[in-house]
T-cell receptor
Framework: DAGVTQSPTHLIKTRGQHVTLRCSPI?????VSWYQQVLGQGPQFIFQ???????GRGNFPDRFSARQFPNYSSELNVNALLLGDSALYLC????????????FGEGSWLTVV | GQQVMQIPQYQHVQEGEDFTTYCNSS?????IQWYKQRPGGHPVFLIQ?????EVKKQKRLTFQFGEAKKNSSLHITATQTTDVGTYFC???????????FGTGTRLKVLA
């Protein structure tokens, strides 16, 4: 069975641009969450979606948005990129919503120059 | 806000020595998970602890959840070079949807 898949794996953007990152959860999983991991730190929670509804949001500016599609895949969008948005963006899926084990994808490395 | 701290931040050990990392939350957790992240990789799930005082073992790894469900530890017996990586704990509080990750402990094993 395929795990969580993310695309693209690496990308470089310039300041002010917009980026869309994509995630496909494990088959049968209905929850997707997004995390940002800056080099040398632990992952920071951005969003969680369950059954296409936003269930949680971390302390990130409105430039960050996400959505979940009927097939449970998800997109993370970041507008007006800043240098500080450079990080590994991790998607994780889980079967349900609260308190489930989450399974991470390999992440999308974003570099903003 | 809720914080999860881990100590130590770094640990270098000789191969064969034991290693322990400690995780402390500012709030009571409903469960805690442990992850291992190799350099350049993504966090890989190791285990989940749910019950107060719970102890779980995976081969050379022993995980504990404190009685108050605010702290946890991971102990590795007789480390091997394959144990190299950063170990993160991640806790979730009842009624919330987000896991709060600890600051991580970076383990280096010297052969």
């Amino acid at each position: 069975d395929a795990g969580v898949t993310q695309s693209p794996t690496h990308l470089i953007k310039t300041r002010g641009q917009h980026v869309t990152l994509r995630c496909s959860p494990i088959s049968g999983h209905k929850s997707v969450s997004w995390y940002q991991q800056v080099l040398g730190q632990g992952p920071q929670f951005i969003f969680q979606y369950y059954e296409k509804e936003e269930r949680g949001r971390g302390n990130f500016p409105d430039r960050f948005s996400a959505r979940q599609f009927p097939n449970y895949s998800s997109e993370l969008n970041v507008n007006a990129l800043l240098l500080g948005d450079s990080a590994l963006y991790l998607c994780a899926s889980s079967p349900g919503d609260l308190g489930n084990t989450i399974y991470f994808g390999e992440g999308s490395w974003l570099t903003v120059v | 806000g809720q914080q999860v701290m881990q100590i130590p931040q770094y640990q270098h050990v000789q191969e064969g020595e034991d290693f322990t990392t400690y995780c402390n939350s500012s709030t009571t957790l409903s469960n805690i998970q442990w992850y291992k992240q190799r350099p350049g990789g993504h966090p890989v799930f190791l285990i989940q602890l749910v019950k107060s005082g719970e102890v779980k073992k995976q081969k050379r790894l022993t995980f504990q959840f404190g009685e108050a469900k605010k702290n946890s530890s991971l102990h590795i017996t007789a480390t091997q070079t394959t144990d190299v990586g950063t170990y993160f704990c991640a806790g979730i509080t009842s009624g919330t949807y987000k896991y709060i990750f600890g600051t991580g402990t970076r383990l280096k094993v010297l052969a």
